[in-house]
């Protein structure tokens, strides 16, 4: 069974940098995709990032150039710098996995593409 544990979040001034973590268990496969997503109180979920077996990555714009996704295949754990923080960037982030045996070629960032999920981590960016 695949199980996602995230942990890093927290409160943060505008401006400010925080690492999130997410520790992978359960599978090892020849291809995957690997995604951040967030999901503010009253909006819908939205794919920050996502990385596939091979490092490529795919952002959205909102977080371009102050956000980045990586992974240590060795540790099986997923990684989100996320640097110059803004207010509109709090809320829950959640790690998510989908397994796909010989994949490569890149991700997408739609939540209904990954079926395995973790429980959450909350960063909160204070003005």
């Known amino acids: 069974q695949v199980q996602l544990v995230e942990s890093g979040g927290g409160s943060v001034q505008s401006g400010g940098s925080l690492r999130l973590s997410c520790a992978v268990f359960g599978y090892t496969y020849s291809g995957y995709c690997m995604g951040w997503f967030r999901q503010a109180p009253g909006k819908e979920r939205e794919g920050v990032a996502s990385?596939?077996?091979?490092?490529?990555?795919n952002y959205a714009d909102s977080v371009k150039g102050r956000f980045t996704i990586s992974q240590d295949n060795a540790k099986n754990t997923l990684y989100l710098q996320m640097n110059s923080l803004k207010p509109e960037d709090s809320a829950m982030y959640y790690c998510?996995?989908?397994?796909?045996?010989?994949?490569?070629?890149?991700?997408?960032?739609?939540?209904?593409?990954?079926?395995?999920w973790g429980q959450g981590t909350q960063v909160t960016v204070s003005s």
């Open positions: 990385i596939d077996i091979d490092g490529y990555t």
């Open positions: 998510a996995a989908d397994l796909r045996a010989g994949w490569s070629g890149g991700c997408g960032r739609g939540s209904y593409e990954y079926a395995y």
